[in-house]
Structures are given as structure tokens and as C-alpha cells.
Nanobody
Framework: QVQLVESGGGLVQPGGSLRLSCAAS????????AGWYRQAPGKEREPVAS???????YYADSMKGRFTISRDDAKNTVYLQMNSLKIEDTAVYSC?????????WGRGTQVTVSS
């Protein structure tokens, strides 16, 4: 069973950047689709970005051009580089792995964008 642990969240000013990491243990990201989701207070969880095992990346419209998802299968880690952060990007960001129709989730890391 895979365990996913996110890191890299924190407090940043509008326009700033953060790089989130998601490390897998117990199993790997290799050969699986990985993704990032976020949930803001009082809102539903929403997809942020995903990346296939071939490296093809997909983004929600509001993240295109600002966020970049990447993966390092040798390190069993998926990254989310977030630039030009906005106040509305404040949320708990969680990573996921899809395997055989089963989605595994990390517990998330808080990102707060505030001046």
C-alpha cells in the first residue's frame, strides 16, 4: 500500500512562488498517473494538475501558465511548481496516485497566499 506525504506548503505573498513535493513510500509513482488537488475552506476539492506515466501534463484552466507538474520516478516524487500565486490559490493541496482504478491520497499541505 502506498503512502503519500506532501511537503513544501507555507505562507507566501501574492505573486510569490512555492514548490510542493509529494513523496511516495511503500510503492512508487512509476507507471501510474499522479495528480494534485486542492480544497479551499468551504469549497469542494478541485483538480489542479495531473501527469501520466509518460510525462503528459494536464492543468485546470485557472492554473495554466502558472503551475507546472513534474515527476521524478527515480525519487518516487511528484512536484508542483506554483508561480504568480494569488490569494484565491489558498487551500490545502493534496497529491494522489491512481492505480487500478483506486486513488490513493496524501494528507495535504497548507498553502496560504496573503499579504
Amino acid at each position: 500500500q502506498v503512502q503519500l506525504v506532501e511537503s513544501g506548503g507555507g505562507l507566501v505573498q501574492p505573486g510569490g512562488s512555492l514548490r510542493l513535493s509529494c513523496a511516495a513510500s511503500g510503492s512508487s509513482f512509476r507507471s501510474y498517473v499522479a495528480g494534485w488537488y486542492r480544497q479551499a475552506p468551504g469549497k469542494e476539492r478541485e483538480p489542479v494538475a495531473s501527469i501520466t506515466n509518460f510525462g503528459a501534463a494536464y492543468y485546470a484552466d485557472s492554473m495554466k501558465g502558472r503551475f507546472t507538474i513534474s515527476r521524478d520516478d527515480a525519487k518516487n516524487t511528484v512536484y508542483l511548481q506554483m508561480n504568480s500565486l494569488k490569494i484565491e490559490d489558498t487551500a490545502v493541496y493534496s497529491c494522489s496516485r491512481v492505480s487500478g482504478g483506486v486513488t490513493s491520497w496524501g494528507r495535504g499541505t497548507q498553502v496560504t497566499v496573503s499579504s
